[in-house]
Structures are given as structure tokens and as C-alpha cells.
């Protein structure tokens, strides 16, 4: 299947410093990537939708000054977190849309778990 | 509001024995439903999904069903393996973009 990778797997960082995540479709071009957080044991919440070129869509509730998005290629979206909170640690997961034929869907990274001291 | 919920927090099933696990959803606008796996720190895994003019859908050695009378979705594995313990999560799509996951189901399998 299709691979989504996240650089880095994990990071930690101390309060007040900016953390960027890379998301990187690797073997397709992605139009359309996706920012989740997942805090433990409980379900993925979708941040942002990613748009090449354009603009990201953010949930409601999500400060889009606070979490950058940014998708500069076809196969690369980044997600910075400006300013990281202890309240901002989190594992934070992207996926790409990916179309095959006449379906969709999407295919996730392994996921970014951030720490912030 | 709509919502995409499971029915089961914890499923513990003997290895071999089948497992099923099963999903609610609220949107019956929905175009088509995933289920994905996730291991402890990993990120969701594709197992199979299913188009909403679609009854049911086999892949290896998982099954999906779709009750759209009911809005119930089912996930089952066969022959459960030990490798098969993670939480599994239903997933409703609309438009074919917005994905809305339910809330997760772990699934314990005793060797």
C-alpha cells in the first residue's frame, strides 16, 4: 500500500519552543493531507485539512496561529507547533488521501509523539 | 450531533477463535467507512473499508458488514492471532475527504 512517513517519530522540546513535523508522501503525490492528535487512549481528532498550494482548513476549536500548516509540495506538508505548551504534548499523526481508481482513501504516518517540558 | 461510536471498549477473545467487533454510526449520509488497526505509538493502519451501497466486503481473513437499517458496521477477523491485539477504530467518510473516527475498541488476544 501506499507509505506516509513523519519525521520525527519523537520529539521533545522545552515550553515556549517551536516544533516542526514533516509529513511526506512517498511513493504519490497527495493533494490533500491531514493533521490529527490523539492524546492516550482515546480517539484521533482531525486538526487541519492540508492543501496543496492553498490554505489549511481548520477544525473548529484548533488555533490555526498556533499549529502552521504548510503543504509547499505534492508530497510534503508540515505541521509546526509555535510556542509549545506541556498542554500541546500529544501524538500527532498525518495522513494523505490517495485515489485508486474511483475510491479513496487515506493512508496514515506512523505518528509523531511530541513532549513538551 | 453526528457520531461515529463503538459499541465495546475491550474485546478479550481466545486465540483461534473468531472476533467481531462492532461499530454505530449516526450519519446516514455517509459515503464510505473504513476500519483501521493501531498498535500501542503507532499510526492507524488500513484494514479494509466498505462503499455505503455495499453489504459487506471480504478481505483476508477480515470481514466488514454493513447494516445501513440499523447504521451498524461490523469488523470480523478470523483465526485471531496474537499479532491481531491493538485497537481498531471505525471510521465514517463523507464526501470522501473528512474522515470521523470512532471512539476505538482494544482488542486482547489470549494466547
Known amino acids: 500500500g501506499a507509505v506516509v512517513s513523519q519525521h520525527p517519530s519523537w520529539v521533545i522540546c522545552k515550553s515556549g519552543t517551536s516544533v516542526k513535523i514533516e509529513c511526506r508522501s512517498l511513493?504519490?503525490?497527495?493533494?490533500?493531507m491531514f493533521w490529527y492528535r490523539q492524546f492516550p487512549k482515546q480517539s484521533l481528532m482531525l486538526m487541519a485539512t492540508s492543501n496543496e498550494g492553498s490554505k489549511a482548513t481548520y477544525e473548529q476549536g484548533v488555533e490555526k496561529d498556533k499549529f502552521l500548516i504548510n503543504h509547499a509540495s505534492l508530497t510534503l506538508s508540515t505541521l509546526t507547533v509555535t510556542s509549545a505548551h506541556p498542554e500541546d504534548s500529544s501524538f500527532y499523526i498525518c495522513s494523505a488521501r490517495i485515489r485508486q481508481g474511483v475510491q479513496e482513501t487515506q493512508y496514515f504516518g506512523p505518528g509523531t509523539r511530541l513532549l513538551v517540558l | 450531533g453526528e457520531s461515529v461510536g463503538l459499541h465495546l471498549p475491550t474485546l478479550s477473545v481466545q486465540e483461534g477463535d473468531n472476533s467481531i467487533i462492532n461499530c454505530a454510526y449516526s450519519n446516514s449520509a455517509s459515503d464510505y467507512f473504513i476500519w483501521y488497526k493501531q498498535e500501542s505509538g503507532k499510526g492507524p493502519q488500513f484494514i479494509i473499508d466498505i462503499r455505503s451501497n455495499m453489504d459487506k466486503r471480504q478481505g483476508q481473513r477480515v470481514t466488514v458488514l454493513l447494516n445501513k437499517t440499523v447504521k451498524h458496521l461490523s469488523l470480523q477477523i478470523a483465526a485471531t492471532q496474537p499479532g491481531d491485539s491493538a485497537v481498531y477504530f471505525c471510521a465514517e467518510i463523507r464526501g470522501y475527504q473528512k474522515v470521523t473516527f470512532g471512539t476505538g475498541t482494544k482488542l486482547q488476544v489470549i494466547p
Open positions: 511513493d504519490f503525490q497527495a493533494t490533500t
